[in-house]
């Protein structure tokens, strides 16, 4: 496809739980982002990956998350030990190169019972 | 700490008028701002962007100005249509490093 992609598109899960979320940037795109959205907030920066490295992790809330680039291509965010406030919408974006136009992907929202 | 503010939560314009979202940032450093636009259950997708070294930017129906010494800009839309009808953010960047800071949003509403 031309866009990000976002596997899986909705996701409950109980707390406590470990969840992945998978994101397919856009072909050739080097610089992969990953924000989350909580309700009645803005979008929120969790990390960033140029190419395979994570220059910029200081966006993630504690040391549950986690996330990983492969072939400088897809990327996995995890989530350890789900907890409630981890309910948020999870959006992924690409970008040609650092400090251009970010692309974004549709969202996982993400649901903690 | 709200780097990156957008004041107003919803903006109600009729068709045909002129729409202006406002965002107000307290960083100095950002020296790139984009505005991105968001329909219900999409991702954001990018609508017009301006560098500090410009104050205003123009692309069609859509207008971004920048006044750095008062650290605001604003997104002009106009004539407003209802396809228009989305969520706003207002986003920055520094060239220290490439996270967008994001406002909340505006809900703009053009009715027809």
């Known amino acids: 496809g031309a866009g990000v992609s976002q596997s899986p598109s909705n996701k409950v899960t109980e707390k406590g739980k470990d969840v992945e979320l998978r994101c397919d940037p856009i072909?050739?795109?080097?610089?992969l982002y990953w924000y989350r959205q909580s309700l009645g907030q803005g979008l929120e920066f969790l990390i960033y990956f140029q190419g395979n490295s994570a220059p910029d992790k200081s966006g993630l809330p504690s040391d549950r998350f986690s996330a990983e680039r492969t072939g400088g291509s897809v990327s996995t965010l995890t989530i350890q030990r789900t907890q409630q406030e981890d309910s948020a919408v999870y959006l992924c974006?690409?970008?040609?190169?650092?400090?251009?136009?970010?692309?974004f992907g549709p969202g996982t929202r993400l649901t903690v019972l | 700490d709200q780097q990156v503010k957008q004041n107003s939560p919803s903006l109600s314009v009729q068709e045909g008028r002129i729409s202006i979202l406002n965002c107000d940032y307290t960083?100095?450093?950002?020296?790139?701002f984009l505005w991105y636009k968001k329909y219900p259950a999409e991702g954001p997708t990018f609508l017009i962007s301006i560098s500090s070294i410009k104050d205003k930017n123009e692309d069609g129906r859509f207008t971004v100005f920048l006044n750095k010494s008062a650290k605001h800009l604003s997104l002009h839309i106009v004539p407003s249509q209802p396809g228009d009808s989305a969520v706003y953010f207002c986003a920055a960047l520094t060239g220290a490093n490439s996270k967008l800071t994001f406002g909340k949003g505006i809900t703009l509403s053009v009715r027809p």
């Open positions: 974006a690409s970008s040609l190169y650092s400090y251009n136009e970010q692309f």
């Open positions: 072909s050739g795109h080097t610089a």
């Open positions: 960083n100095s450093m950002f020296d790139y």
